[in-house]
């Protein structure tokens, strides 16, 4: 799959996302309940938000293509994560892979690591799966996948696009840099400290 697929495959999930509920014979109420919470459940976790963050700091920091490869490939991976996790698919470690991908990510932007295009998605892609597969198999049971797989898509999205927002200080000289790579050291701290947690709980 090459980048330049990314935007027209977004495209066609996103449509997927939007059928009427009516189509899926769900419940306007499931339906509500469903995407309220997927948009909900990235933000209240932190080890989730800090990573989905630093993604858009990573993309920015590495500049066209992947300042928007990188936010469009960990939605779509997330996705395929999350259904994994609805339908009951196990995956070992998830809660680590989690705190892992906090982490590294940090230390990607902390280091301003400059990867190549394919490596890079490559490696978010990977982390996005593991995203996924939590917020799928933490779906509400009253709550429809599709609206509550949209929810944490387009907030994950909106986090994202946070991260850009602040990577583009980096633009900013001579202190914007420095800023953004701050940024990613505390990404990396609230990853190590989930780590540890997730470690510990074993």
């Not at 309220?36 to 209240?44: E, Q, S, T």
Request: aromatic letters at 4%.
């Amino acid at each position: 799959m090459s980048l330049r697929s990314l935007p027209q495959i977004a495209l066609c999930g996103a449509l997927v996302a939007l059928m009427p509920s009516a189509a899926l014979a769900h419940a306007e109420v499931a339906v509500g309940a469903g995407l309220v919470n997927g948009l909900m459940h990235p933000i209240l976790g932190p080890d989730h938000l800090v990573a989905m963050v630093a993604v858009g700091l990573w993309g920015a920091q590495l500049r066209a293509p992947l300042i928007w490869a990188l936010p469009v490939a960990f939605p779509l991976m997330m996705a395929v994560g999350g259904v994994l996790g609805v339908i009951g698919v196990d995956l070992p470690a998830v809660e680590i892979g989690i705190a892992v991908s906090a982490l590294a990510l940090g230390l990607l932007v902390a280091l301003a690591v400059k990867a190549p295009n394919a490596a890079a998605v490559a490696v978010v892609s990977v982390f996005a799966i593991f995203h996924g597969h939590a917020h799928g198999t933490e779906l509400p049971h009253a709550a429809t996948p599709i609206a509550y797989g949209l929810g944490f898509v387009l907030s994950t999205g909106l986090l994202h696009v946070s991260g850009i927002a602040i990577g583009l200080l980096d633009k900013i000289k001579p202190m914007g840099g420095s800023i953004v790579r701050g940024c990613g050291g505390i990404v990396a701290l609230v990853g190590l400290y989930y780590l540890l947690r997730a470690v510990g709980a074993l």
